[in-house]
């Protein structure tokens, strides 16, 4: 590796271990093993490369939760009915968050600084409507090509169900919602049932 792609996984690293505000020029170099005029050199600021570690960070966060196993479906080659797929989806996120649980605390974090950091707001603009349509796919089976407005509304659904989910787990897990949960309230709302 490069300094380029060293510091980029620097970055990652610090950002995982300290959070977004608490990571300096030099923890990344230190981090990455190349020194401070390479931060200036390949990415501009030290804020550019943070913006692209944490777009790193949860493109893979992402690529490990939608890993489907070989036997997806049903056992005989077909798809999985869409709640079945909604709830497996949501087991694997909700399994993940021990492992993970750094990677929700930064989401948070940086959650917290894009209303005063107008390159995080546009670094993270793109992104977030792929990761709409990445979730729509994902958790419900809509294919954003063949769809793309009810991917996207569908997608707008799933990612504030998963913001709120996080807040949730990180502040009291004992009653954070389980994926069975998750779709049981998704039925219900389907079903619309108001007395």
Not at 9 to 34: F, H, M, N, P, Q
Not at 46 to 62: I, P, Q, R, Y
Not at 68 to 73: H, L, M, T, V
Request: charged residues 25%.
């Amino acid at each position: 590796m490069g300094h380029r792609e060293d510091l980029l996984e620097g970055a990652k690293r610090c950002l995982l271990e300290k959070g977004y505000a608490r990571t300096t020029a030099r923890d990344i170099v230190a981090a990455s093993g190349t020194n401070l005029a390479s931060i200036g050199y390949h990415y501009g600021s030290k804020e550019a490369l943070l913006n692209l570690a944490f777009l790193k960070v949860t493109e893979e966060w992402g690529e490990l939760l939608t890993k489907q196993p070989d036997d997806a479906g049903r056992g005989d080659g077909s798809p999985q009915a869409p709640l079945d797929q909604f709830r497996d989806v949501w087991e694997q996120v909700i399994g993940s968050y021990e492992r993970t649980r750094a990677v929700w605390q930064l989401q948070m974090e940086v959650v917290s600084r894009v209303d005063s950091d107008p390159e995080l707001q546009k670094a993270l603009a793109g992104p977030q409507r792929e990761g709409r349509n990445g979730l729509a796919e994902n958790m419900l089976g809509i294919d954003p090509e063949a769809d793309p407005e009810r991917a996207r509304v569908a997608g707008l659904f799933c990612q504030a169900l998963l913001a709120g989910v996080m807040v949730q787990w990180m502040m009291d897990r004992d009653s954070a919602p389980s994926a069975q949960d998750l779709t049981d309230g998704l039925k219900a709302v389907l079903e619309g049932r108001v007395s």
